[in-house]
């Protein structure tokens, strides 16, 4: 009788141990998005994975495959829908019939200001007349990036650029190696063909700074203490500030070293 009580013990921890690790596994996990107002299926919603840095877009269907486990976070994002994030469940996994709904945001139209350029139909003229970016990037021979950027042509602005290169590290050190373990993820994010697609058509930095766990404005001083310009920091999108923002911490990783 012992016997047979002490066997069935085993068992049954055996079994919870195993479905433990199974639900701590990386899964397929298949779901629906749709417009909470209409109920319609939503199509090229992108998905993608906080924790496991991959991501998808959904399909005419509204539907949509990814890696994930129990406790990962995905994040919906949509043009004109507020964003949603979600924590994945165990039931989620083991039914595989979840069904995420995305709200439209309301946006008010502003007035529309039309700047004082007008173009003659001249090439030539208007190629002089055009306004242009005189933001000036330096670089220095044995660092991966491309350059940095002054901001302007004035010596007060070289000067500050030329100080940021020689004498990098007490300006990035306060910003990585508080974050370092969010900016291992800079690479992985790069590699993923859906998150750089997702990137490339968003200027909101909402997605970066989920995956990086940054708050708002931490973009902003993660960049300007790399000396980029406030041109750069306002126009670019996100894709482009993923890519400088990799190449600052492989400038750091190499400095700190």
Known sequence: MKKRIILGLIVGLVGLHCGFSQDNNPQIFKAKV??????????????????????????INGEFELMTKVQDTLYFSYIGYKPL?????NDMIRFGNAVFQMTELAFALEEVILQPYRLTGYLDIDV????????????IAGLPNLGYESGGSSLR???????????????????FS???????????????DNI???????FDRQVLMQFLN???????????NCNYSEVFIKEANDLQILEAMSKCYEEYRILSM
């Open 128 to 139: 002089r007349n055009s306004p242009t970016n005189e933001v000036q990037r330096y670089s």
């Open 196 to 202: 750089r697609n997702l990137l490339s058509i968003k």
């Open 34 to 59: 749709e417009d909470d107002a209409t109920g319609l299926a939503m199509q090229s919603v992108h998905v993608v994975n906080l924790n496991e840095i991959n991501g998808t877009t959904t399909d």
């Open 214 to 224: 940054l708050q708002p404005g931490e973009i902003d001083e993660v960049l300007g």
């Open 85 to 89: 994030k979600v924590a994945v469940t």
């Open 178 to 192: 508080r974050k370092s373990k969010e900016m291992r993820k800079l690479n992985k994010m790069r590699e993923d």
């Open 157 to 175: 602005n070289i000067a500050r650029s030329f100080r940021s290169i020689f004498d990098p590290l007490d300006l990035m050190y306060s910003t």
